[in-house]
Protein backbone atom coordinates (compact mmCIF):
# COMPACT_ATOMS: atom_id res chain seq x y z
CA UNK A 1 0.00 0.00 0.00
CA UNK A 2 1.06 3.10 -0.85
CA UNK A 3 1.54 6.54 0.84
CA UNK A 4 -1.74 8.92 1.20
CA UNK A 5 -1.86 11.76 -1.06
CA UNK A 6 -1.70 15.08 0.13
CA UNK A 7 -4.58 16.94 0.40
CA UNK A 8 -6.20 19.11 -2.66
CA UNK A 9 -9.64 20.72 -3.07
CA UNK A 10 -10.99 22.29 -0.09
CA UNK A 11 -7.77 22.19 1.81
CA UNK A 12 -6.39 24.63 -1.30
CA UNK A 13 -9.58 27.09 -0.63
CA UNK A 14 -7.61 29.91 1.09
CA UNK A 15 -4.04 29.37 -1.00
CA UNK A 16 -2.82 32.21 -2.55
CA UNK A 17 0.61 33.43 -4.04
CA UNK A 18 3.09 32.22 -6.70
CA UNK A 19 5.45 29.12 -6.73
CA UNK A 20 8.46 29.13 -8.83
CA UNK A 21 9.76 25.99 -9.34
CA UNK A 22 13.24 25.79 -10.68
CA UNK A 23 15.57 23.00 -11.15
CA UNK A 24 19.17 23.43 -10.54
CA UNK A 25 22.17 24.08 -13.44
CA UNK A 26 23.56 21.24 -15.39
CA UNK A 27 26.10 18.61 -14.10
CA UNK A 28 28.05 15.39 -15.43
CA UNK A 29 25.25 13.26 -14.53
CA UNK A 30 22.63 15.24 -16.35
CA UNK A 31 25.30 15.17 -19.49
CA UNK A 32 25.17 11.48 -19.14
CA UNK A 33 22.08 10.92 -18.91
CA UNK A 34 22.06 8.80 -15.34
CA UNK A 35 20.07 8.60 -12.38
CA UNK A 36 21.27 10.77 -9.99
CA UNK A 37 19.13 11.27 -6.61
CA UNK A 38 21.51 10.87 -3.42
CA UNK A 39 24.46 11.30 -5.92
CA UNK A 40 25.66 14.54 -5.19
CA UNK A 41 28.06 15.98 -8.53
CA UNK A 42 28.65 19.68 -8.52
CA UNK A 43 28.01 21.59 -11.62
CA UNK A 44 29.26 21.16 -14.82
CA UNK A 45 31.37 23.99 -16.13
CA UNK A 46 28.65 24.50 -18.18
CA UNK A 47 26.44 24.37 -15.39
CA UNK A 48 28.26 27.08 -13.41
CA UNK A 49 27.58 29.58 -16.63
CA UNK A 50 23.87 28.58 -16.64
CA UNK A 51 23.44 29.52 -12.75
CA UNK A 52 24.58 33.08 -13.44
CA UNK A 53 22.06 33.40 -16.04
CA UNK A 54 19.34 32.11 -13.64
CA UNK A 55 18.62 35.15 -12.30
CA UNK A 56 18.01 36.73 -15.58
CA UNK A 57 14.57 34.90 -16.19
CA UNK A 58 11.17 37.19 -16.41
CA UNK A 59 9.67 34.62 -14.06
CA UNK A 60 11.66 35.34 -11.13
CA UNK A 61 10.89 39.26 -11.07
CA UNK A 62 9.42 39.82 -7.60
CA UNK A 63 10.45 36.26 -6.30
CA UNK A 64 10.62 37.26 -2.22
CA UNK A 65 11.46 33.93 -0.37
CA UNK A 66 14.31 31.50 -2.03
CA UNK A 67 14.24 27.53 -0.35
CA UNK A 68 16.88 25.34 -2.06
CA UNK A 69 17.50 21.59 -1.75
CA UNK A 70 20.50 20.73 0.34
CA UNK A 71 22.34 18.94 -2.53
CA UNK A 72 25.52 20.42 -4.06
CA UNK A 73 24.62 21.27 -7.21
CA UNK A 74 20.99 23.39 -5.58
CA UNK A 75 23.47 25.28 -3.63
CA UNK A 76 25.81 25.95 -6.66
CA UNK A 77 22.79 27.26 -8.65
CA UNK A 78 21.50 29.42 -6.04
CA UNK A 79 23.85 31.49 -5.18
CA UNK A 80 23.87 33.76 -8.46
CA UNK A 81 20.21 34.46 -8.04
CA UNK A 82 20.21 34.63 -3.94
CA UNK A 83 22.93 37.61 -4.45
CA UNK A 84 21.31 39.52 -7.23
CA UNK A 85 17.73 39.22 -5.44
CA UNK A 86 18.84 40.12 -2.01
CA UNK A 87 17.46 36.94 -0.51
CA UNK A 88 19.01 34.06 1.93
CA UNK A 89 18.98 30.73 0.05
CA UNK A 90 17.07 28.83 2.92
CA UNK A 91 18.00 25.25 2.88
CA UNK A 92 14.84 22.58 2.87
CA UNK A 93 16.07 19.00 3.09
CA UNK A 94 12.59 18.47 1.82
CA UNK A 95 13.54 19.04 -1.92
CA UNK A 96 16.02 16.95 -2.39
CA UNK A 97 15.77 14.73 -5.36
CA UNK A 98 13.90 11.42 -5.40
CA UNK A 99 16.53 8.44 -4.62
CA UNK A 100 17.49 5.81 -7.21
CA UNK A 101 18.87 3.30 -4.75
CA UNK A 102 20.95 0.93 -6.68
CA UNK A 103 19.94 2.21 -9.74
CA UNK A 104 22.41 5.63 -8.69
CA UNK A 105 25.53 7.03 -11.29
CA UNK A 106 23.68 3.69 -13.80
CA UNK A 107 21.98 4.77 -17.27
CA UNK A 108 18.02 3.89 -17.89
CA UNK A 109 19.42 1.45 -20.57
CA UNK A 110 21.84 -0.40 -17.93
CA UNK A 111 18.67 -1.34 -15.68
CA UNK A 112 15.62 -1.46 -18.14
CA UNK A 113 15.55 -5.40 -18.26
CA UNK A 114 15.43 -5.30 -14.47
CA UNK A 115 11.87 -6.21 -13.57
CA UNK A 116 12.38 -3.40 -10.51
CA UNK A 117 12.90 -1.24 -13.35
CA UNK A 118 9.61 -2.67 -15.06
CA UNK A 119 7.40 -1.92 -12.16
CA UNK A 120 8.91 1.15 -11.79
CA UNK A 121 8.61 2.42 -15.40
CA UNK A 122 4.63 1.71 -15.00
CA UNK A 123 3.80 3.17 -11.98
CA UNK A 124 6.98 5.27 -10.73
CA UNK A 125 4.59 6.54 -7.54
CA UNK A 126 4.16 3.47 -5.83
CA UNK A 127 6.95 1.83 -7.02
CA UNK A 128 10.83 2.38 -6.51
CA UNK A 129 14.07 1.50 -7.34
CA UNK A 130 15.63 -0.88 -4.95
CA UNK A 131 16.35 0.51 -1.81
CA UNK A 132 14.93 3.67 -3.40
CA UNK A 133 12.16 5.74 -3.29
CA UNK A 134 8.71 5.98 -4.71
CA UNK A 135 7.50 8.93 -6.54
CA UNK A 136 4.25 9.07 -3.87
CA UNK A 137 7.37 9.32 -0.79
CA UNK A 138 9.11 12.50 -2.54
CA UNK A 139 5.48 13.87 -3.37
CA UNK A 140 4.46 14.33 0.29
CA UNK A 141 7.94 15.92 1.74
CA UNK A 142 7.70 18.00 -1.46
CA UNK A 143 4.22 19.45 -0.89
CA UNK A 144 5.00 19.68 2.93
CA UNK A 145 7.59 21.93 1.90
CA UNK A 146 5.81 24.18 -0.72
CA UNK A 147 2.64 24.63 1.73
CA UNK A 148 4.95 25.74 4.76
CA UNK A 149 7.39 28.14 2.10
CA UNK A 150 3.94 29.76 0.82
CA UNK A 151 3.05 31.00 4.56
CA UNK A 152 4.41 33.34 6.52
CA UNK A 153 3.64 32.86 10.41
CA UNK A 154 1.06 30.02 8.93
CA UNK A 155 -0.79 32.24 7.03
CA UNK A 156 -0.34 32.75 3.07
CA UNK A 157 0.80 35.94 2.57
CA UNK A 158 0.49 36.01 -1.64
CA UNK A 159 3.96 36.12 -1.79
CA UNK A 160 5.68 34.85 -4.68
CA UNK A 161 8.32 31.92 -3.57
CA UNK A 162 11.19 30.02 -5.34
CA UNK A 163 12.12 26.66 -4.42
CA UNK A 164 15.33 25.34 -6.39
CA UNK A 165 14.82 21.54 -6.77
CA UNK A 166 15.07 18.47 -8.91
CA UNK A 167 13.05 17.02 -11.36
CA UNK A 168 11.23 14.47 -10.11
CA UNK A 169 10.09 16.78 -7.08
CA UNK A 170 8.93 19.43 -9.82
CA UNK A 171 7.10 17.30 -11.65
CA UNK A 172 5.55 15.58 -9.11
CA UNK A 173 4.21 19.47 -7.44
CA UNK A 174 2.81 19.81 -10.73
CA UNK A 175 0.66 17.02 -10.83
CA UNK A 176 -0.29 17.72 -7.13
CA UNK A 177 -1.72 21.06 -7.74
CA UNK A 178 -3.03 20.79 -11.54
CA UNK A 179 -4.72 17.59 -9.86
CA UNK A 180 -2.85 14.81 -12.40
CA UNK A 181 -1.83 10.90 -11.56
CA UNK A 182 1.16 10.92 -10.03
CA UNK A 183 1.64 7.92 -11.65
CA UNK A 184 2.42 10.14 -14.65
CA UNK A 185 4.63 12.41 -13.33
CA UNK A 186 7.41 11.40 -15.38
CA UNK A 187 5.63 11.94 -18.83
CA UNK A 188 5.38 15.84 -17.75
CA UNK A 189 8.09 17.58 -19.88
CA UNK A 190 9.76 19.76 -20.75
CA UNK A 191 11.67 20.29 -17.53
CA UNK A 192 15.35 20.58 -18.46
CA UNK A 193 18.19 21.78 -16.00
CA UNK A 194 17.72 25.74 -15.10
CA UNK A 195 14.54 25.72 -15.95
CA UNK A 196 11.49 28.18 -14.81
CA UNK A 197 8.39 26.66 -14.15
CA UNK A 198 5.49 28.72 -12.55
CA UNK A 199 2.17 27.78 -10.58
CA UNK A 200 0.10 31.25 -9.28
CA UNK A 201 -2.79 30.30 -6.55
CA UNK A 202 -5.83 32.89 -7.19
CA UNK A 203 -8.02 32.11 -4.33
CA UNK A 204 -6.74 28.46 -4.00
CA UNK A 205 -7.16 28.00 -7.54
CA UNK A 206 -3.66 26.56 -9.14
CA UNK A 207 -2.91 27.89 -12.50
CA UNK A 208 0.31 26.59 -15.13
CA UNK A 209 1.63 30.12 -16.08
CA UNK A 210 5.19 28.40 -17.16
CA UNK A 211 6.75 25.01 -17.49
CA UNK A 212 10.24 24.45 -18.31
CA UNK A 213 11.27 28.06 -19.32
CA UNK A 214 14.63 28.06 -20.34
CA UNK A 215 14.23 31.32 -22.01
CA UNK A 216 17.47 33.12 -20.04
CA UNK A 217 19.73 30.69 -20.89
CA UNK A 218 21.97 31.66 -24.18
CA UNK A 219 20.15 30.43 -27.90
CA UNK A 220 22.81 27.85 -28.22
CA UNK A 221 21.56 26.10 -25.12
CA UNK A 222 18.28 26.07 -25.17
CA UNK A 223 16.78 23.17 -27.16
CA UNK A 224 18.34 20.58 -24.95
CA UNK A 225 20.24 22.13 -22.16
CA UNK A 226 20.24 18.57 -20.36
CA UNK A 227 23.73 18.00 -22.38
CA UNK A 228 24.78 21.66 -23.95
CA UNK A 229 28.00 21.82 -24.59
CA UNK A 230 30.38 25.54 -24.37
CA UNK A 231 31.28 26.43 -27.70
CA UNK A 232 34.73 26.74 -26.31
CA UNK A 233 34.83 22.89 -26.17
CA UNK A 234 32.46 21.62 -28.73
CA UNK A 235 35.99 21.61 -31.35
CA UNK A 236 38.27 20.67 -28.79
Known amino acids: MGLPLPERGPAMAGWSGELVLLRHAQTSCTVNGLFC ?9 VGRLMSDTLSDADGLKGTSRLYISPSCRSVQTSAALAAR ?14 SFGQWESRRPD ?3 FEQAYRRWY ?10 GETGLAVLARAVAAATEALTLDGRFD ?7 THKAPVRLLICHFLGLP ?11 VCSVTRIR ?19 RWRSAPDDAMDSSTENA
Not at 37 to 45: A, C, K, N, Q, T
Not at 122 to 131: H, L, M, V
Not at 158 to 164: F, I, T
Not at 185 to 192: G, T
Open 85 to 98: FGLVARVEPRLREL
Open 122 to 131: RDPAQCAPPE
Open 201 to 219: FDSGRPRLIELGNVDHLPQ
Open 182 to 192: PRQYRQIAPVP
Open 110 to 112: QVR
Open 158 to 164: GAKVALL
Open 37 to 45: GEHDPPLSP
